[in-house]
Nanobody, 124 residues
Framework: QVHVVESGGGLVQAGGSLRVSCAAS????????VGWFRQAPGREREFVAA????????DYADSVKGRFTISRDNAKNTVYLQMNSLKPEDTAVYYC?????????????????WGRGTQVTVSS
């Protein structure tokens, strides 16, 4: 059984940085594509970033390009999302998702396993 767990969320001031982590059991993250999504209050969940199995390729939403970086530490079976220059509009619950088969992608229905999310709040 696969379990995905996010951690590292919190409260940060605008312009600050935060790193959220995604750990999993029941699957080796280095063998799957992993994505980050977020859902702000009153809005639909949206794609943020994704990384392929090897870590050689990543994709980002336009709204976070140049500010967020997705990476993986295969030795720790963990994927990270480093968030810099945070803005109040980045406030959301951030979800990690695992895609067992196929390349990285932006579509939510391509992902098979989801965590429960971690809250990120950016104050102005």
């Amino acid at each position: 059984q696969v379990h995905v767990v996010e951690s590292g969320g919190g409260l940060v001031q605008a312009g600050g940085s935060l790193r959220v982590s995604c750990a999993a059991s029941g699957v080796t993250l280095s063998t799957v594509a992993v994505g980050w999504f977020r859902q702000a209050p009153g809005r639909e969940r949206e794609f943020v970033a994704a990384i392929n199995r090897s870590g050689s390729s990543a994709d980002y939403a336009d709204s976070v390009k140049g500010r967020f970086t997705i990476s993986r530490d295969n030795a720790k079976n963990t994927v990270y999302l480093q968030m810099n220059s945070l803005k109040p509009e980045d406030t959301a619950v951030y979800y990690c998702a695992v895609r067992r088969f196929g390349a990285l992608g932006q579509r939510q229905n391509n992902y098979d396993y989801w965590g429960r999310g971690t809250q990120v709040t950016v104050s102005s």
